[in-house]
């Protein structure tokens, strides 16, 4: 019985992990389609970014592959934003310029 409890704990948590990735997904999506970064926390996204990293490294340390995989998909995409919040930000190339 905990045997099985165990898993479906495990599972959860691990799918967990990989939607938590995923979240990102659309935010680097609108941010690189309209070029725009206004609204978004470059302070918000290091912090996410230094959490998720501090968190691979535990993983490693206590060999959980998951937690490990998990994550380091969350850099992935966190970082994508972080990189197009540092390119885009303050500028509006979506913008139409005033004739």
Do not use: C
């Not at 918000?44 to 937690?67: A, C, E, P, R, S």
């Amino acid at each position: 019985m905990f045997a099985t409890v165990e898993w479906i704990i495990e599972s959860v948590f691990g799918a967990g992990l990989f939607f938590n990735a995923a979240l990102f997904v659309p935010q680097a999506i609108k941010v690189y389609k309209t070029k725009n970064a206004e609204g978004l926390s470059l302070l918000t996204f290091l912090g996410f970014n230094l959490v998720q990293l501090f968190t691979i490294l535990h993983g490693y340390i206590h060999k959980d592959l998951i937690l490990i995989l998990g994550y380091a998909l969350s850099l992935v995409f966190a970082g994508i934003v972080t990189v197009f919040i540092l390119k885009y930000r303050g500028k509006n190339y979506g913008a139409q310029k005033p004739v």
